[in-house]
């Protein structure tokens, strides 16, 4: 082990992650490049302060000295609200999970029935995780929503199990959404439910919906939207709540402050600020190129052998294929591989053991078209199937993301300045 004695130490480590990054090829889907402009305000003063306030009192702010600290988070809460199209904006969830766990407590009274996205299906593991302590476990039933095999809700039984269940609390979206679920079908059919509220967790599509190329659930009518703001959004790491209705949202923010979070990591708020003006700008092209990426890359990967999750719809709506590659060994087996190679992606976590998850949302940043769809699809098809040597891999790797220094879609700068410290 590196033993940091000085910061000498930590900065060659540092600049070590910097260089082996900067040779990867990374097809993580939950993973972005941040412009070296939205970066460098995460150095912000803001990191050493308080600012909480109660959820619908952000004005009276507990601690003093926040008067330009409740301005910075007010204005970027517009920002949200023009971006998100949401009425109501609450940005001190640490991440998407912790947005979910306080929608999940908020929305919810002890022994009630929740339904989310299955892990065999890529949900991202809610309330499941959260039922693995025992206070948890005793208090939050789960069920969990049908999907069929190209990763489609279906809507029937999806209806049929509402009926029987009645749920408390229906949490749409996952961490391998190929396609927006007809929700508001669902809520329509369901309506003679008043007791149960619609949420979707959109941790993955945050980006491609402030870009306008995926449906906003806001629009569909659910009473809360939860999610990350680092996934295909290309922000700094965090989490966000959104909503149109008073009373969710208040019930969704007042489990998680000061339940679950006191200091919110404010400085967050500038360089998030900072990527929803970039993403108001570059965001709509960004998110169709991240799709059209998607999508070339799935046709060229079935043109060489490897099997494309929902081939016949399409591949994906999204920034996520999922390829199943059982013929040529295990999930775990060919992703821990393809990394001593600097190919970045995501098994399966043991679910199926045979799906693996890519994703465009880094490479279309760092400026890859479709046709560089077609060198991408080449290198992890040849890997996968083992039919190159690792060597090989890995220069034609250094060799493609040597080509791709710069990033587009954001404030200029180039990647090598931010690559170099
Ligand atoms: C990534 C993810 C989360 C967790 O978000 P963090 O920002 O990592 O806390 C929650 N839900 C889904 C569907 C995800 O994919």
């Avoid at 540092?14 to 993973?31: G, P, T, V, W």
């Avoid at 409740?70 to 199209?85: C, G, Q």
């Avoid at 999508?295 to 494309?308: M, N, Q, S, Y």
Wanted: glycine letters at 10%.
């Amino acid at each position: 082990m590196v033993k940091m004695n000085n910061t000498k130490d930590l900065e060659k480590l540092h600049e070590k992650h910097l260089q082996y990054r900067s040779r990867c090829l990374n097809l993580i889907a939950s993973e972005n490049y941040s412009t070296p402009k939205v970066r460098s305000y995460l150095a912000s003063d803001f990191g050493n302060r308080y600012g909480c306030y109660e959820t619908l009192k952000p004005e009276e702010r507990e601690y003093t000295g926040n008067r330009y600290i409740h301005e910075f988070e007010m204005a970027t809460h517009d920002l949200v609200r023009d971006v998100f199209k949401a009425d109501y904006v609450d940005l001190r969830p640490i991440g998407g999970h912790m947005a979910g766990m306080a929608t999940v407590l908020g929305l919810t009274d002890p022994g009630d029935l929740v339904f989310e996205v299955s892990m065999a299906d890529w949900g991202h593991g809610l309330v499941g995780p959260m039922r693995t302590i025992e206070h948890l476990e005793k208090t939050i039933r789960v069920k969990n929503l049908p999907y069929d095999h190209n990763q489609k809700l279906e809507v029937e039984k999806a209806v049929e199990m509402i009926d029987a269940y009645k749920p408390r609390l229906i949490i749409f979206g996952g961490s391998g959404t190929l396609f927006a679920d007809p929700i508001k079908e669902i809520m329509n059919r369901t309506r003679h439910l008043d007791e149960t509220f619609f949420a979707y967790d959109a941790s993955h599509v945050t980006g491609l919906i402030a870009g306008g190329v995926f449906k906003n659930p806001l629009d569909q009518g659910v009473d809360i939207v939860f999610g990350s703001t680092h996934k295909s959004f290309p922000g700094p790491q965090g989490g966000m709540i959104l909503s149109r209705k008073e009373k969710p949202f208040r019930l969704v923010g007042d489990a998680l402050s000061p339940a679950l979070v006191t200091s919110h990591h404010l400085n967050r708020l500038p360089a998030f600020a900072a990527s929803l003006l970039e993403m108001k700008e570059y965001g709509h092209d960004y998110s169709k190129q991240v799709i059209r990426n998607a999508r070339r890359l799935g046709a060229e990967l079935d043109k060489r052998g490897i099997k494309v999750i929902a081939a016949e719809e399409g591949y994906t709506d999204s920034h996520i294929l999922l390829i199943d590659v059982d013929e040529f060994g295990s999930s775990r087996e060919i992703s821990t591989g393809l990394e001593e190679d600097n190919i970045l992606l995501s098994d399966d976590f043991g679910q199926s053991g045979r799906e693996i998850r890519l994703g465009t949302p880094e490479i279309t940043r760092r400026g890859m078209k479709e046709n560089d769809m077609v060198a991408v699809a080449d290198i992890l098809a040849k890997g996968i199937k083992g039919e190159i040597s690792g060597e090989e891999l890995r220069e034609r790797v250094a060799e493609l993301v040597g080509k791709f220094d710069s990033f587009e879609y954001g404030f200029p700068g180039r990647a090598s300045e931010d690559f170099s410290g």
